[in-house]
């Protein structure tokens, strides 16, 4: 079975510190998709990236990098110099790709409330 | 090029009236999907279209719920006879058609939040 887990529930951070979301996914599949999602106050779901289980190379896209680690089963998101616009709910989600073709297993964390204060 | 579109945002609705929730993919996206958000909690995925067919509603409970994606227009999520349970945040997602077995990126509506009084 699949499962996510974002054990923060929240984080509390001042303006211009670095701040790391966890994300610890099971899956018995060896091929699988990895997600993040920002939910701001607005509330619409804003897609952040896609990881398939085979590159496990690190991501860096300006102040968010993510960190792949299947020996561990995480996909830990990092904002880097944390700016009060990053305040929001961040989901982390798995979706394998393996079995039917017609399947949706897109399975989503809790999310994790971030809250960053100038 | 217009995201997902959801409407309306806000619905409110007494028990058992109905209640239904449109969404109108990205240009080119041809499959749709439903996910529910309850206070609090991550999104519970509900149910996945395609034009005219539901392809997987895995996630859908058994009553009182419907999805369709007719062939013209937006895909519509029907719920009838709602109860506060029902309150929530449903979320509307669209994607590609899928190339070679890979999952494409879905892509959010916005939400619509539904209040049951």
């Known amino acids: 079975a699949q499962k996510v887990t974002q054990a923060q529930t929240e984080i509390s951070v001042v303006e211009k510190e670095d701040v790391t979301l966890d994300c610890v996914y099971e899956?018995?599949?060896?091929?699988?998709?990895l997600f993040w999602y920002k939910q701001p106050p607005s509330g619409e779901l804003v897609f952040l990236i896609r990881?398939?289980?085979?590159?496990?190379q690190n991501e860096i896209s300006g102040r968010y990098s993510w960190n792949f680690q299947k020996s561990t089963s995480s996909f830990n998101f990092t904002i880097t110099a944390s700016q009060v616009v990053d305040s929001a709910v961040y989901f982390c989600?798995?979706?394998?790709?393996?079995?039917?073709?017609?399947?949706?297993?897109?399975?989503f964390g809790a999310g994790t409330r971030l809250t960053v204060k100038p | 090029n217009a995201g997902v579109m959801q409407n309306p945002r806000h619905l409110v609705r007494r028990r058992g009236q109905e209640a239904r929730l449109r969404c109108s993919p990205m240009?080119?996206?041809?499959?749709v999907y439903w996910y529910r958000q309850l206070p609090e909690e991550g999104l519970k995925f509900m149910v996945y279209?395609?034009?005219?067919?539901?392809?997987?509603e895995s996630g859908m409970p058994k009553e009182r719920f419907s999805a369709e994606f007719p062939k013209e227009g937006p895909s519509i999520l029907r719920i009838q006879q709602v109860v506060r349970g029902d309150s929530a945040a449903y979320f509307c997602?669209?994607?590609?058609?899928?190339?070679?077995?890979?999952?494409?990126?879905?892509?959010f509506g916005a939400g619509t939040r539904l209040s049951v009084l």
């Open positions: 899956t018995r599949d060896t091929t699988y998709y």
């Open positions: 989600a798995l979706s394998d790709d393996i079995g039917s073709y017609n399947n949706n297993d897109m399975r």
């Open positions: 997602a669209s994607s590609p058609p899928r190339a070679g077995g890979t999952k494409n990126i879905q892509y």
């Open positions: 990881r398939n289980s085979f590159d496990e």
């Open positions: 279209l395609q034009k005219e067919n539901i392809i997987d």
């Open positions: 240009k080119g996206h041809s499959h």
